[in-house]
């Protein structure tokens, strides 16, 4: 029985999560929606379950219901310790979304809100947000197209968004160590406060604040990227001591890696820019209008993609990777924009040019087989979810992570045990999508 329940916002989220329980000896699986999950096999034999709840974008209310129905599904599977996973940008209705899991674990839960994500240069001082030595409003979040953050005070951001008072325990108590936090935690409860941010830097930080957690026995709900969640199980001795999962090197030839770049970001541009200096890893370049369109313009734009695909899978000189992209070259979209004109509700446009990446990729797996695809690999949540609708999958048991936020796992169901990893679109340097391809591989070799 999972002990462990953790809902996302997306699914990249999710994983992420998952990987760092998984790689403390956690069986741990990631679904795609709640039905997903207590529909699934095997659940009796999970340590930790994570629902995506796909929620980010949606509209308060509706990010409200989703959260809760995937609680209320955790609580049926006999889930004890739960988890809101927050991206580390904040990203979305994270009050929100507090408030839902709260209302549904008890009246007596507390949310402890650890933002910090120090292995992938995440933290918070003072309560503000620092992503990679860059104030969060000075960063591309600023700008996202769909869920951009304005606010770098993140009780600020909070109160804002939750119905319960919001408290802060600064860096000064949590440099004294879990005692300091304890009482800290304490006095901010004694003041009516049950959302609770606690600064940290370094991942010593935020293990204090778990072993002061523990010392409390309150009915503590995590809220944070991943971290904060894997100390606290492992203070709780449900999981064992973090390590490295990876496969040894493995011989490439007659496989390639399919490559689905829904991101728009700067990083993820530059990162396939390297990758395509490799005249081994090829570009195919997408036009999004026609996905956006619709209906046989997109069909057509789809399938002309997935013809060049196939085309190079099955010449004499395969490629060892794939790009599909839609946002890499030329201008880039405003989708704010196209959604007007056309008088689509927000955020369709994004949603369709995401369906026409994951046609793209079933499609092309249909026509040519797993036996020459070492692996997936998807840049941007929505494009992930999408991908692996197209294929009929629902479920990804993940394993491990090429560098924190990139995450290892297996396809669950239809082309089970194909690997797949899933990377945000703001994460890891310029090299990455060639780390991450060569992973692929290593993973292809121990299916």
Request: glycine share 8%; charged share 25%.
């Amino acid at each position: 029985m999972p002990l462990i329940g953790a809902v996302a916002d997306d699914l990249t989220g999710a994983t992420t999560t998952g990987v760092l329980l998984a790689r403390s000896k956690a069986r741990t699986a990631v679904f795609f929606n709640e039905e997903a999950a207590e529909k699934a096999e095997g659940l009796d034999a999970l340590d930790a379950v994570l629902i995506s709840s796909n929620s980010r974008a949606l509209p308060a209310n509706e990010a409200y219901e989703k959260v809760k129905s995937a609680t209320q599904a955790l609580k049926r599977m006999g889930v004890r310790h739960f988890t809101k996973r927050i991206d580390t940008t904040l990203r979305g209705g994270v009050g929100i979304e507090v408030d839902a899991m709260l209302d549904m674990v008890g009246e007596d839960a507390v949310a402890v809100v650890v933002p910090a994500m120090p292995q992938s240069r995440r933290i918070l001082v003072g309560g503000y947000s620092v992503i990679d030595g860059v104030a969060l409003i000075n960063t591309p979040v600023a700008q996202d197209v769909r869920t951009p953050v304005k606010e770098n005070y993140i009780p600020r951001l909070l109160s804002s968004q939750t119905k319960r008072q919001v408290g802060l325990v600064a860096l000064d108590k949590v440099l004294r160590g879990a005692d300091a936090v304890r009482e800290a935690l304490e006095a901010e409860r004694s003041a009516g406060c049950s959302v609770i941010v606690v600064d940290a830097i370094t991942l010593e930080d935020v293990e204090e604040i778990a072993k002061a957690c523990i010392e409390l026995r309150w009915n503590v709900v995590s809220v944070d990227p991943g971290p904060f969640t894997s100390k606290l199980a492992y203070h709780r001795g449900l999981i064992g001591t973090e390590e490295p999962n990876v496969p040894p090197e493995a011989d490439e030839a007659g496989k390639t890696v399919l490559i689905a770049a829904g991101s728009a970001t700067p990083v993820t541009k530059r990162q396939m820019e390297v990758l395509c200096e490799d005249d081994r890893h090829v570009r195919i370049s997408v036009d999004p209008v026609p996905l956006i369109e619709g209906g046989d313009a997109a069909m057509d734009e789809a399938f002309k993609a997935v013809h060049k695909a196939v085309e190079l899978l099955e010449s004499g000189s395969q490629p060892r990777a794939i790009l599909f992209e839609t946002a890499l070259h030329g201008e880039l979209l405003n989708l704010d924009e196209e959604d007007n004109k056309r008088h689509y509700a927000g955020g369709m446009s994004a949603d369709r040019i995401n369906a026409g990446l994951g046609t793209i990729i079933s499609q092309v797996l249909e026509q040519i087989g797993r036996e020459k695809i070492a692996g997936l690999y998807t840049t941007g949540g929505d494009t992930m979810v999408n991908v692996c609708y197209q294929l009929g999958v629902e479920c990804i048991e993940v394993m491990d992570y090429v560098i924190p936020q990139t995450d290892v796992g297996r396809l669950v169901g239809s082309y089970d045990g194909l690997p797949v990893v899933g990377k945000g679109g703001l994460t890891g340097n310029d090299n990455t999508a060639c780390d991450i391809v060569s992973r692929l591989f290593r993973e292809s070799a121990r299916q």
